[in-house]
């Protein structure tokens, strides 16, 4: 039979792919673990997929390369889209078609199959990785294809034996390294917030707790002074501040398909490490490297969001981004609070605010009061010069 992977969840849509193609493929299962499954969850995914008629089933862990690849320069370039969100999904997306096409590869597939609809993002960003790294496979689409309701797929499976509790729960959830996305019927709308109970993380901890955070080079190394991978700091962080209920928001964006789309997020140690690392920058990086740092990684989440990881401006920005954080080194004090938390200040051997070059709005130790005035004249000369000439 001819050889096809499957990008392989367990849900609903992967699961009518997998008993459907596996009637005129031999189907291999592959699911890429980015942060958030369980040892458990991946043996009851394993177990169910074999359930689903394929021949191998395969999980990959890829938490380091999605750290390596992609969230360091998020960090890097404190990307938040649309200045809220940390692209908890979209990031993760790119890593695993990637992976997925690489094994398709490896083992000689001529097929490649994922679940997604004809009416989101992810469509997008799996053709895109598919097709670029490898255009001799061809791409199934099943639900896509045959623009298959969710009844449609149950009573499918069903007739085919596997019954199953495929209830569509309330909400729609995504856990990862980078955060975890919340969908429901409120963020259909315009107008309703998420209720309590819809994120993943519920308030355990009432007061406050001081953390500290320590970055070397951009990169988070260590959690109250326990040091550990980035991707561990990272887990560890999002374990803490969790509890306090910190990190949920509710994104608003453009889709890639050209519609508005509205998704509910918790993201805790995503957003205190970028607010972390970009009060640190403020300290540690001159002016123009702050300016052009921002129009390049606003540029850099677009296209990741966009699934063009794969140009090399991608590579280009990388490299920009990686060499702006040589002196990015020290650590952060925060405090965390239910629902909130706040940055307390940075303590680093870098820091460009310096005492023995004058304190802001007290006390000069640089210049003179002549050598100000002469600067500030000659600083406003274009100025002068255009409004004498266009003001007659």
């Known amino acids: 039979m001819k050889k096809l992977v499957i990008a392989y969840s367990g849900g609903l849509d992967t699961s009518y792919c997998a008993v459907s193609l596996s009637k005129e493929y031999q189907v291999h299962a592959v699911s890429v673990n980015t942060g958030g499954f369980t040892e458990s969850e991946i043996n009851t995914i394993k177990k169910n997929a074999y359930k689903m008629g394929v021949s191998t089933y395969k999980n990959i862990d890829a938490i380091s390369t999605f750290y390596q690849k992609v969230i360091k320069y998020l960090v890097f370039g404190n990307v938040l889209k649309n200045n809220t969100y940390p692209l908890s999904v979209s990031a993760e997306r790119i890593i695993q078609a990637i992976e997925i096409i ?9 097929y490649i199959a994922h679940g997604s609809t004809g009416a989101g993002n992810d469509q997008v960003r799996f053709d895109m990785i598919f097709q670029t790294l490898a255009p001799n496979i061809k791409i199934i689409t099943p ?9 449609e797929e149950i009573d499918y499976l069903k007739s085919e034996g596997i019954h199953m509790s495929w209830e569509k729960a309330q909400y729609s959830i995504n856990k990862g390294l980078w955060g975890t996305s919340v969908g429901g019927s409120e963020t259909l709308t315009s107008t309703m917030p998420l209720p309590e109970d819809a994120y993943p993380s519920q308030i355990e901890k009432e007061g406050i707790q001081k953390l500290v955070l320590t970055f070397n080079k951009g990169e988070l190394v ?29 994104h608003v964006g453009d889709t890639i398909i050209g519609i508005k789309g509205r998704v509910g997020f918790e993201a805790a140690a995503a957003l205190i490490t970028i607010k972390a690392h970009h009060l640190l920058e403020k300290h540690t990086l001159t002016k123009w490297q702050m300016q052009h740092k921002e129009y390049l990684a606003s540029f850099y989440g677009m296209h990741l969001h966009e699934g063009q990881y794969l140009d090399p401006v991608m590579r280009n920005i990388e490299a920009f981004l990686e060499s702006s954080q040589q002196k990015v080194t020290g650590s952060v004090f925060a405090t965390l609070r239910p629902y909130t938390f706040a940055l307390d200040g940075i303590s680093s051997s870098n820091d460009l605010m310096s005492a023995k070059f004058g304190s802001y709005g007290e006390e000069n130790k640089g210049w003179t009061a002549e050598e100000a005035k002469g600067f500030i004249k000659i600083l406003g000369n274009q100025n002068k010069i255009y409004q004498q000439v266009n003001n007659k």
């Open 102 to 110: 690489e094994y398709a590869k490896k083992i000689g597939a001529s």
């Open 222 to 250: 260590a959690v109250n002074g326990k040091l550990d991978t980035p991707e561990k700091c990272i887990e560890n962080l999002n374990n803490i501040a969790s509890k306090y209920g910190i990190g949920r928001d509710i």
């Open 143 to 151: 639900i896509r294809d045959q623009k298959l309701t969710r009844q």
